[in-house]
């Protein structure tokens, strides 16, 4: 398995993973429809400029496995999701050790995130913080619970 920065052409692959990874974790955590409005429609042009602008993919055996953004500026961590045949086998572990040293690399001073409700103990065993819930407004217009998590990195 290795990592390497995203290009464009990533970014419908990515899409893809983000689109099943939701399906198959937040199940239980989110109600169906939320999670089907969460998942519907086209790949966004935005995704694309940004998965390509900030975005990383892991790679196994030539395919794609998992994916994740940080924004090197802000050091928000965004769009990490790994395909479900691979989810606990230390990818999703991986990337987020690879981000945190593209941002110390950046000297970010801190990681921070939305966790989906899901992820919240992944996040935490990776050393975030994160008490209080908040409503994140994705970009499609979907209020999903989440909690605020970050990580200092000085």
């Known amino acids: 398995m290795h990592i ?5 052409d990533d970014a419908a692959v990515a899409f893809e ?3 099943l990874a939701i399906l198959a974790q937040c199940k239980g955590h ?10 519907e429609g086209s790949l966004p042009a935005h995704f694309v400029t940004d998965f390509a602008a ?20 802000t050091g928000m961590v965004d769009a990490m999701f790994v ?10 572990k991986q990337m987020i050790q690879y981000l945190e040293l593209q941002a110390r ?9 939305d966790a989906s409700l899901n992820a919240v103990d992944f996040y935490r065993a990776c050393g975030f913080e994160g ?10 217009g979907i209020e999903l619970t989440c909690l605020p998590m970050t990580k200092a990195l000085l």
Do not use: H
């Not at 390497?4 to 464009?8: F, G, P, V, Y």
């Not at 900030?54 to 500026?73: C, Q, R």
């Not at 008490?131 to 499609?140: G, H, T, V």
């Open 4 to 8: 390497r920065k995203a290009t464009k």
């Open 17 to 19: 993973i983000r689109n």
């Open 30 to 39: 989110y109600e169906d429809e939320t999670l089907q409005k969460w998942t």
């Open 54 to 73: 900030n975005g990383y993919v892991s790679i196994m055996n030539d395919n794609i496995v998992g994916v994740g953004m940080i924004n090197l500026t």
């Open 83 to 92: 395909r479900p045949e691979y989810i606990g086998q230390g990818f999703g």
């Open 105 to 113: 690399k950046a000297q970010c001073k801190k990681l921070s995130l």
């Open 131 to 140: 008490q209080r819930e908040a409503i994140f407004y994705s970009p499609r």
